[in-house]
């Protein structure tokens, strides 16, 4: 039996992926970090950023289920998207496309003209993205990590606060195993459905699935030892008064990268594990953790 068509207006919300904006929170990250969150006028230009990535991101997502349209509908999941089930057009997806991307526009002009430079940024990398660099072997990864980077800085540009290389190697390490993850579950989930079967538009195989789960552990692991060499530097003691505290952070991330790695091995994972942290409790409870000895590593 067939799923029953949806609203034009529950398309609609689908097709923009609301549930992604959470991603865009690291555009925050840089006003936490630097301990500016009391300063009002910094935290109204990260969120007037934050809007203006969501609405710049949602038109991503239009674009890339209207060009992978086709080999959504030979995904077991991903052949419910609004456009692979046919319950929006691509005319409709194109005047959708048009509207997010003109007022994301519209809003980074207000914040400034650095930001609106990094937001056209994001979204010529996301069109590079969707129409061809998902089909690069590895390239595909290193530019979703790249996103997630140029998210937290230009956060910082929004908030105007200085933002810190040892937070963007951080970053660019982390998510680049977390764009792994994605990776390997989407190949795990296919190679379960369709046995010898290659994912369409994309560079890898069946057979890299052991490769691409080193590959990730490494690189998330990596993240970990930038963390290790930030607190060990002197740049820590200008913003935390006790800056030994924070070496507790590195067992809790230690702990929650390996556990997402060993979900994803079992086939336990969605294909997005950011998506799936927002559900899961040991993960909230992880950066409650983190949060807390960062707060006390301030006193």
Known sequence: MSDPR??????????????????????????????????????????QGFVAFCLCASGGY????????EADRLHPRKRRRPFAAGHLSARQGAVLIATLLAAALGLATQVGPSFLCLLGLYGVLTVAYSL???????????????????????????????????????????FLSL?????????????????????ARRGYRPEDLALIQMLGSTSGYLSVLVLALYISSSDVMRLYATPQLLWAV??????????????????????????????????????LLIALTGFLATL
């Open 6 to 47: 949806p609203s034009a207006l529950r398309a609609t919300l689908r097709a923009l992926r609301p549930q992604q904006w959470i991603k865009n929170l690291l555009l925050f990250a840089p006003v936490l970090l630097a301990h500016d969150v009391l300063d009002a006028e910094r935290l109204l230009g990260a969120l």
């Open 62 to 69: 239009v674009l890339n289920d209207l060009l992978d349209r």
């Open 132 to 174: 061809w660099l998902k089909q690069m072997l590895f390239l595909d990864v290193l530019l979703l990590s790249a996103l997630y980077s140029l998210r937290v800085f230009a956060g910082a540009v929004a908030a105007q606060v200085e933002i810190s290389q040892w937070l963007l190697g951080f970053s660019l390490f982390l």
């Open 179 to 199: 764009a792994f993850v994605k990776r390997f579950c989407e190949l795990r989930q296919l190679a379960e459905s369709s046995p010898g079967v290659s994912p």
């Open 250 to 287: 590195c067992p809790v991330l230690l702990y929650w990268l390996t556990r997402i790695w060993f979900l994803a091995g079992r086939g336990e994972l969605p294909d997005d594990p950011l998506l799936f942290a927002a559900a899961d409790p040991q993960s909230y409870a992880a950066g």
